[in-house]
């Protein structure tokens, strides 16, 4: 696969590139968007295939028969995760997003507290508040530019209103993969307050050597208040395709859930669910393994010239092609920061404070894009920042 061709992705209805100029002021015609959390690669040749297939056949209707699509999830969460899933466990919501609000809405009540361990991805906050579920925002601890779980603040903060605690594992924006001991802590802080755990986990795949993600499932003493969400959709880069995967092992919850699936006519999307069922092949996982290994590479190149500008820190990533970047050491207001990136780096990246608590100082800054514009971007932000060096 050639992750060094630049694809021009304006023009094609595509969020990324198409809303950067609307949403950031960033020029269109010489920006380079790093935002939106989508790579700037074609899929596998065998996701392009499946679809090619569709094309050709030429005929959309209903999506029936889920049986090689539940069978491919089965194969990629052994072989690649060591988790063995039960088919009946599994259901398709339209992409994570959904698939968070549909928890939401299946285990808690209006005012109820939903707890997240902030920064942490900024739809979470979106859909909870949007159902009219409070927010609790417990805030991670950077500690010397890793984030840690602080258990005692937490437990202090809980009230007994709260019913859920959306995770984020690996963790975005923080790129953390959390060790089995931090699992282990999540999950028993879950149990000391009740808590429904929806363990996000979309980031799974793209996990770099030397680190090892290990699914919630896995832990002891969570499967009766688990949901698993996993997808393929970042990993093989098919976000349009809506698809995710919710995945709960607990009969009672799966019950609840079924019902509310059922209530919100929530169907799958025949697009989506071919996709997956090729990525979660031999063949998607030779593509993944290729994929990480172009990403490592590319976040060496960002963090080597992000940490030599002075003021400027880039959290070290476990997991993920989310550079989260920290301006606290410049001293300079957000809006000074922001707009040096915006306009003289003319650069579209994620501000800090949308992912809540502990993100005020911190941009977040998209490095799955083809290697030369990485480092153009390095050039630029060097620029942009040369008053410092
Ligand atoms: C943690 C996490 N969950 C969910 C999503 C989005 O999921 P979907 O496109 O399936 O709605 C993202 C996208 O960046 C994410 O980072």
């Known amino acids: 696969m050639d992750f060094d061709e630049i694809i021009d992705r304006r023009g094609t209805h595509c969020a990324k590139w198409d809303k950067m100029e609307p949403i950031y002021g960033v020029p ?49 969460m052994e072989n690649r995760h060591g988790w063995k899933v039960d088919q009946d466990w599994i259901f398709t919501t339209h992409g994570l997003v959904n698939g968070t609000s549909m928890c939401v809405d299946a285990f808690t009540k209006p005012g109820d507290g939903v707890v997240l361990f ?42 007994g209103n709260e019913t859920m605690l959306v995770f984020c594992s690996p963790h975005n924006p923080g790129g953390r993969v959390w060790t089995k001991d931090e699992l282990a802590q999540v999950a028993a802080f879950a149990k000391r307050h009740d808590l429904v ?47 995710g995967n919710v995945i709960i092992p607990d009969p009672a919850l799966r019950a609840t859930f079924a019902a509310r699936m059922n209530a919100m006519g929530v169907s799958p999307n025949s697009f989506g669910l071919v996709m997956a069922t090729a990525a979660y092949s031999p063949e998607g996982a030779a593509w993944v393994d290729e994929l990480v290994a172009y990403l490592d590479d590319n976040r060496r190149i960002f963090d080597a010239t992000v940490n030599s500008i002075p003021g400027l820190q880039s959290m070290p990533l476990e997991s993920t092609y989310l550079a989260w970047v920290d301006f ?50 390095c050039t630029r932000l060097r620029e942009a920042f040369s008053d410092l060096q």
């Open 328 to 377: 606290e050491g410049t001293g300079m207001d957000p809006s000074e920061f922001t707009k040096r990136v915006e306009q003289n780096a003319e650069i579209a990246a994620n501000h800090g404070p949308t992912f809540g608590k502990g993100g005020e100082t911190f941009m977040r800054f998209n490095i799955a894009t083809p290697r030369a514009r990485v480092e153009e971007a």
């Open 28 to 76: 269109a015609d010489t920006g380079i968007a790093m935002w939106v959390a989508d790579m700037d690669f074609r899929p596998p040749a065998v996701v392009q295939n499946a679809l090619q297939g569709m094309l050709d056949h030429g005929v959309y209707g209903y999506f029936g028969d889920d049986s090689k699509y539940l069978a491919a999830i089965q194969w990629w």
């Open 197 to 243: 755990l929806v363990s996000d986990e979309i980031h799974h795949d793209l996990v770099f050597p030397g680190t090892k993600h290990t699914p919630m499932a896995l832990i002891d003493d969570v499967q009766d208040r688990l949901v698993m969400m996993t997808a393929t959709t970042k990993t093989f880069n098919i976000a349009g395709s809506h698809s």
């Open 118 to 159: 902030t920064p942490v991805y900024h739809a979470f906050a979106r859909v909870i508040s949007a159902a009219g579920r409070k927010v609790v925002e417990c805030e991670l601890v950077n500690n010397k530019g890793r984030y840690t779980l602080d258990f005692d603040a937490y437990d202090a903060q809980m009230t």
